[in-house]
């Protein structure tokens, strides 16, 4: 705007040509297009970004969160972690010692002192091979009925001594 008024202070002194009066004029007014495509640019992008949700839809959560609100983005950041506890099930090895008398469909409660979790481990196989390194067999389990955030990797104790 500063070089248009310039222009025409010159223009109107006969201190400067018609050409360049014209070519700071039509700079001005593409200036102000420009202005108004972004003005009209940011307005699209407040829309998108307003209608814009996330969701999760499977049993999970997130974790190592990388980013935060206002944060910019580029399609190579990676954002978080997401695990998905559908198919999470319990691994429990049993001393040899301790009589193998498990059936599938059995249910035992399990706790997370930690974190004072708890819910019940619901059997789904028995795995009768002797680990021979830790003399133990295997029962895996399905959780049920969880009071709280169930993690992979995560410790629990399973109170197998009501069978």
């Given at each position: 705007e500063?070089s248009?008024?310039?222009?025409?202070?010159?223009?109107?002194?006969?201190?400067?040509?018609?050409?360049?009066?014209?070519?700071?004029?039509?700079n001005?007014k593409?200036?102000q297009?420009?202005?108004?495509q972004?003005?009209?640019?940011?307005?699209?992008a407040?829309i998108n970004y307003?209608n814009?949700?996330?969701?999760a839809?499977?049993?999970?959560?997130l974790?190592?969160l990388?980013l935060w609100e206002?944060?910019f983005?580029s399609?190579t950041?990676?954002?978080?972690t997401i695990s998905s506890?559908?198919?999470?099930?319990?691994?429990?090895?049993?001393p040899?010692?301790?009589k193998?008398?498990?059936t599938?469909?059995?249910?035992f409660?399990f706790?997370?002192p930690?974190?004072?979790?708890?819910?019940?481990?619901k059997i789904t196989s028995v795995v009768?091979f002797?680990?021979?390194?830790?003399k133990?067999?295997?029962i895996?389990g399905?959780?049920t009925?969880i009071n709280g955030q169930?993690?992979?990797?995560q410790?629990?104790?399973a109170?197998?001594?009501?069978?």
């Open positions: 500063l248009l008024k310039r222009n025409l202070i010159l223009s109107s002194r006969q201190a400067n040509t018609k050409i360049a009066f014209e070519q700071a004029e039509s001005f593409n200036a297009v420009a202005f108004k972004a003005l009209a640019n940011q307005k699209i407040q307003d814009t949700t996330l969701t839809p499977f049993e999970g959560y974790f190592g990388t206002g944060s983005v399609s950041n990676i954002i978080s506890t559908k198919d999470l099930q319990i691994q429990i090895p049993v040899q010692t301790v193998n008398t498990f599938i469909g059995d249910v409660p706790s997370n930690e974190q004072n979790l708890k819910g019940l481990l009768p002797v680990d021979m390194n830790t133990s067999y295997i895996y399905v959780p009925k169930l993690m992979s990797g410790l629990v104790v109170d197998l001594s009501k069978h």
